[in-house]
C-alpha cells in the first residue's frame, strides 16, 4: 500500500505505562514528523527526523521520545504515559530537496490516558 | 507563542455563500500551505505558496499570498456542504529548517445545505 501507515488507530492505555506508536511510509521520504493535536492547540510538533537515526525535538518534546532505524518506519515512544498525553497523534512524511514540497500525513492514532 | 494567527476560529455558513479565512504573522515565511482536514483523517495539503503576491486558483477556492510574505487568505466562492471541514495554514519560517512547518490553530468551516 501507498502512503502513510499509522498503527494503532486507537488505543486506550493506563497511566504510568509506556505506550509506542508506529509510523510507515512508503513515500521513500527522507523527513517525518510526529504532531498532536488537541482542541484550542491546534497541531504541535513533537520530534521529528530529518534521516535514519538523525532526530530533532519540536516544541512539545517532554514526556517522548522517538527512533528512526530505517528510512520507512518513525516510532513514538510515551515513556510513561500521562492523561495530559491524551490527543490524537499524527505522523507526517515531507518531500524536501531543494524546495520543500509539504507534508503527507497520516489518518492519526487517537490515545486515551485513563 | 503562536507563529500563525488564523481567523475566524469557527465559520458557519449557508450554502451558496462566500468566505474569506485569514491566515497572519508578525514573520516572513519562505513558502505557506494550506490544509483541508475532515472527522477522523489527517490534513490534506491544498496549496503551497511561494512568492509574495502570488494568487492560485483551485476550482472554487484561491488562495493568496501577501506581498510581504506575511499572511495569506483563502477564499471560497459559492460554498457548498462539502467544504465542510477544518482549513489550516502553514508556513515554513525563513531561516528555519527546511521541512519545519508553524502551523496555525484552523478554521472550522460548516456549510449548510
Known amino acids: 500500500d501507498a502512503g502513510i501507515t499509522q498503527s494503532p488507530r486507537h488505543k486506550v492505555t493506563e497511566t504510568g505505562t509506556p505506550v509506542t506508536l508506529r509510523c510507515h511510509q512508503t513515500?521513500?521520504?527522507?523527513?517525518m514528523y510526529w504532531y498532536r493535536q488537541d482542541p484550542g492547540h491546534g497541531l504541535r510538533l513533537i520530534h521529528y527526523?530529518?534521516?535514519?537515526?538523525?532526530?530533532d525535538k519540536g516544541e512539545v518534546s517532554d514526556g517522548y521520545s522517538v527512533s528512526r532505524s530505517k528510512t520507512e518506519d518513525f516510532l513514538l515512544t510515551l515513556e510513561s504515559a500521562t492523561s495530559s498525553q491524551t490527543s490524537v497523534y499524527f505522523c507526517a512524511t515531507g518531500r524536501v530537496d531543494t524546495a520543500f514540497y509539504g507534508y503527507t500525513f497520516g489518518s492519526g492514532t487517537r490515545l486515551t490516558v485513563v | 507563542t503562536q507563529l500563525l494567527e488564523q481567523s475566524p476560529q469557527f465559520l458557519s455558513i449557508q450554502e451558496g455563500e462566500n468566505l474569506t479565512v485569514y491566515c497572519n504573522s508578525s514573520s516572513v515565511f519562505s513558502s505557506l500551505q494550506w490544509y483541508r482536514q475532515e472527522p477522523g483523517e489527517g490534513p490534506v495539503l491544498l496549496v503551497t505558496v511561494v512568492t509574495g503576491g502570488e494568487v492560485k486558483k483551485l476550482k472554487r477556492l484561491t488562495f493568496q499570498f501577501g506581498d510581504a510574505r506575511k499572511d495569506s487568505s483563502l477564499h471560497i466562492t459559492a460554498a457548498q456542504p462539502g467544504d465542510t471541514g477544518l482549513y489550516l495554514c502553514?508556513?515554513?519560517?525563513?531561516?528555519?529548517?527546511?521541512?519545519?512547518?508553524?502551523f496555525g490553530r484552523g478554521t472550522q468551516l460548516t456549510v449548510w445545505p
Open positions: 502553514a508556513g515554513v519560517s525563513r531561516g528555519s529548517t527546511l521541512g519545519r512547518l508553524y
Open positions: 513515500e521513500n521520504h527522507r523527513y
Open positions: 527526523s530529518y534521516g535514519v537515526k538523525d532526530t
